[in-house]
């Protein structure tokens, strides 16, 4: 029989496994945006886009109703990942 702190340990060593997919996963995520801020900024488009982020907001809130995550989280969620883009988008731009 395992101990309650081996199951801890057990628990946390996926947790950390998960942590270091979500920040990589990240990681991709802004490389990505980094290149839409270069071109965004080559053909002065503004940083934010109010309408592409209401339907990814829209499709994030209906994946995580289907995966049991609280809608609400996954909106504050982009909204948080978002603002770090537009944050990045305005350097670009600002640098250019
Ligand atoms: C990356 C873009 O720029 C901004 C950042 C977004 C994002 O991080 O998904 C979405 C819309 C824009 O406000 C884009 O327009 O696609």
């Not at 991709?28 to 907001?57: C, H, S, W, Y």
């Amino acid at each position: 029989m395992t101990s309650p702190l081996d199951d801890l340990e057990r628990l946390r060593a996926s947790i950390d496994n998960m942590d270091a997919i979500l920040l990589h996963t990240l990681a991709e995520r802004f490389k990505l945006t980094q290149q839409v801020g270069v071109l965004k900024a080559q053909n002065d488009m503004p940083p934010a886009d109010k309408a592409r982020e209401a339907r990814q907001i829209e499709r994030l809130q209906s994946l995580a109703a289907e995966s049991g995550l609280d809608p609400a989280f996954a909106e504050k969620f982009l909204n948080f990942i978002v603002a770090e883009v537009i944050r990045h988008h305005e350097k670009i731009r600002s640098s250019s």
